[in-house]
């Protein structure tokens, strides 16, 4: 039997939707490594898997909140969440440069590995769908903005290390 089914994770573009949400989120006077913005997309495209994302005690009710928020996890078996996020990356990647090359991402910025939102602004209709989505997760959207801001990206204490999605042993940090 043949069975097809789609993955939102690994479709260009729902990353490239994905990726417009985050816009909110990260910092719009600073870059964030993109590395970050993997580990972000990634919670956003599988929510549930914020349960197991290792936070300080002040931000475990908010986390909660945002796994309940995230609805039941998806029926069937899925690879680990390292081996999910390897093959996202493709896909995390053409997203990124397809809105570098329409002017609504930093090229020379994500050419260093760097992600730096421009000024241009979203379509009306574009920019009304991604509020719209990120208003009926607002829980998520918070919680996801309080692991961009509030925690480091590289050490024993990242948010490569708190989420297991990267290795961090070896960062510099």
């Given at each position: ?123 009306v209709e574009l920019e ?46």
């Amino acid at each position: 039997m043949i069975q097809l089914s789609f993955q939102p994770a690994f479709d260009p573009y729902h990353a490239i939707f994905r990726i417009l949400r985050l816009r909110s989120i990260l910092p719009s006077d600073d870059h964030a490594h993109i590395d970050r913005v993997r580990i972000l997309d990634f919670l956003l495209a599988f929510p549930f898997r914020l349960e197991f994302v290792r936070v300080f005690p002040k931000h475990r009710r908010l986390r909660n909140l945002a796994v309940k928020e995230s609805g039941a996890i998806p029926y069937g078996e899925q690879p680990d969440d390292q081996t999910v996020l390897g093959r996202m990356k493709i896909m995390q990647t053409a997203a990124l440069e397809t809105l570098a090359s329409a002017g609504f991402i930093d090229q020379g910025k994500l050419e260093i590995g760097q992600v730096l939102f421009t000024d241009r602004p979203l379509p009306v209709e574009l920019e009304s769908r991604v509020e719209d989505t990120n208003k009926k997760h607002s829980h998520l959207i918070e919680f996801l903005t309080v692991l961009s801001r509030e925690y480091e990206l590289l050490g024993l204490d990242g948010l490569k290390a708190r989420t297991k999605l990267m290795e961090y042993r070896y960062d510099a940090a």
